[in-house]
T-cell receptor, first 113, second 116 residues
Framework: NAGVTQTPKFRILKIGQSMTLQCAQDMNHNYMYWYRQDPGMGLKLIYY???????DKGEVPNGYNVSRSTTEDFPLRLELAAPSQTSVYFC????????????FGPGTRLTVL | DQQVKQNSPSLSVQEGRISILNCDYTNSMFDYFLWYKKYPAEGPTFLISISSIKDKNEDGRFTVFLNKSAKHLSLHIVPSQPGDSAVYFCAASLSNSGGSNYKLTFGKGTLLTVNP
């Protein structure tokens, strides 16, 4: 099992550019999450999904979009990148509720200049 | 409004001694608490959790204590080892609140350094 994989590992974007952060899991988890971690801060939930076709906003969704067409994949789309989106992005998955362990990917470090 | 607070950004201990990491929360509705460990350039990994119906949970060298009246939890690592050097995040959730029970609220983390 690869667990949760994320691509790319690093990316530099110019202001106004768009990109998609990829996330995939091979554990057949229903729930998937996107977090961001700013320097010196905890992780904040951007979006989450409870199954294919079902997504919902987390704490900091502005400037992002998600889709979940399969159980395995949960891409995060950044439209019109801004310097405030410079962060490390983590994808996670779990079987069910927050009492189930969330397994995290290695992260994508994004810089917007 | 920070609902989960880890007021010590860093902690340094000697190998073999006890490490105590603290976490406070403000939302009395939180009923499930977790500790995650994170090494540089890796994602967080689950370490240990505790439900609000308990006041202690133990797993090997790791013990989490929960004081609901004080809205405080702590992670004890005994004995500490150099491989424990990492950032430790405290997280909380509302496990029985319907639509919001998937969301973890994280603290800012505490960097633990265990010196040989």
């Amino acid at each position: 099992n690869a667990g949760v994989t994320q691509t790319p590992k690093f990316r530099i974007l110019k202001i106004g550019q768009s990109m998609t952060l990829q996330c995939a899991q091979d554990m057949n988890h229903n729930y998937m999450y996107w977090y961001r971690q700013d320097p010196g801060m905890g992780l904040k939930l951007i979006y989450y999904s409870v199954g294919a076709g079902i997504t919902d906003k987390g704490e900091v969704p502005n400037g992002y979009n998600v889709s979940r067409s399969t159980t395995e994949d949960f891409p995060l789309r950044l439209e019109l990148a801004a310097p405030s989106q410079t962060s490390v992005y983590f994808c996670a998955s779990s079987f069910g509720t927050a009492t189930d362990t969330q397994y995290f990917g290695p992260g994508t470090r994004l810089t917007v200049l | 409004d920070q609902q989960v607070k880890q007021n010590s950004p860093s902690l340094s201990v000697q190998e073999g001694r006890i490490s105590i990491l603290n976490c406070d929360y403000t939302n009395s509705m939180f009923d499930y608490f977790l500790w995650y460990k994170k090494y540089p350039a890796e994602g967080p990994t689950f370490l240990i959790s505790i439900s609000s119906i308990k006041d202690k949970n133990e797993d090997g060298r790791f013990t989490v204590f929960l004081n609901k009246s004080a809205k405080h939890l702590s992670l004890h690592i005994v004995p500490s080892q150099p491989g424990d050097s990492a950032v430790y995040f405290c997280a909380a959730s509302l496990s029985n609140s319907g639509g919001s029970n998937y969301k973890l609220t994280f603290g800012k983390g505490t960097l633990l350094t265990v010196n040989p």
